[in-house]
């Protein structure tokens, strides 16, 4: 796996932009990429903006709100929250998928947590939330990205996102805070370790590909 390095302080339009370009000019062993936004909710391709986002606190929080060509639920995201993008030219896109989750559980058990996915794509700790993830096909390939709380404002994601009560009833909680846990609280604070374990653990992915 290739690993780009960002430039810092872009919105994630440009972040989103750059996995297309990169998904179009792929190399043979795909690319990764770690980045961060300032506060921002990105909703997924089938979702409707005003059942998922707070859109008054988003305007006037100054929260930018971003609707991404994947599927799965809305996140919200800033300098608290890393994102992470592989880009593979492989079109089958369930392995991938498997090989970016595993890859991520791998790379969180290198700094000391014991995670899990689970059938919704989630990757949890302690059986709480660190990070979701969404995945689609390309004309060139598969594009995966995720979210992975480090030590995100959760007053400010459970404003500016509203799941719903039955999907948090799904969950077996009743807020989102319930739902999540930062790696700050779980006692993994340290921001360049985080990213150079995860970006070495996603350097030695290797997988098979047509």
């Not at 593979?88 to 970016?100: E, G, I, K, L, N």
């Not at 992975?148 to 948090?168: C, G, R, V, Y």
Request: hydrophobic share 35%; net charge negative.
């Amino acid at each position: 796996m290739t690993i780009i390095h960002q430039p810092e302080n872009q919105r994630l339009t440009f972040y989103l932009a750059q996995e297309e370009y990169l998904s179009e000019h792929c190399c043979s062993d795909g690319y990764f990429f770690v980045w961060q936004t300032a506060p921002t909710v990105i909703y997924g391709k089938h979702q409707v903006l005003e059942n998922e986002v707070n859109i008054d606190y988003c305007k006037a929080n100054g929260v930018d709100v971003v609707q991404r060509q994947s599927g799965g639920g809305c996140v919200y995201s800033d300098e608290g929250n890393l994102m992470l993008s592989m880009i593979s030219p492989c079109r089958h896109s369930q392995p991938v998928y498997a090989a970016f989750l595993q890859t991520l559980v791998v790379a969180l058990e290198r700094l000391g947590l014991s995670a899990v996915t689970t059938s919704h794509n989630d990757v949890l700790v302690a059986g709480r939330k660190v990070s979701g993830s969404a995945c689609r096909l390309t004309p060139w390939g598969t594009i995966v990205h995720s979210t992975l709380l480090l030590s995100s404002n959760i007053e400010a994601l459970e404003q500016a996102i509203t799941p719903s009560t039955d999907k948090l009833a799904k969950n077996g909680v009743s807020s989102v805070r319930q739902r999540v846990i930062t790696l700050a609280e779980l006692g993994v604070n340290d921001k360049d370790t985080i990213i150079r374990t995860i970006t070495e653990t996603f350097e030695n992915l290797h997988f098979e590909y047509e």
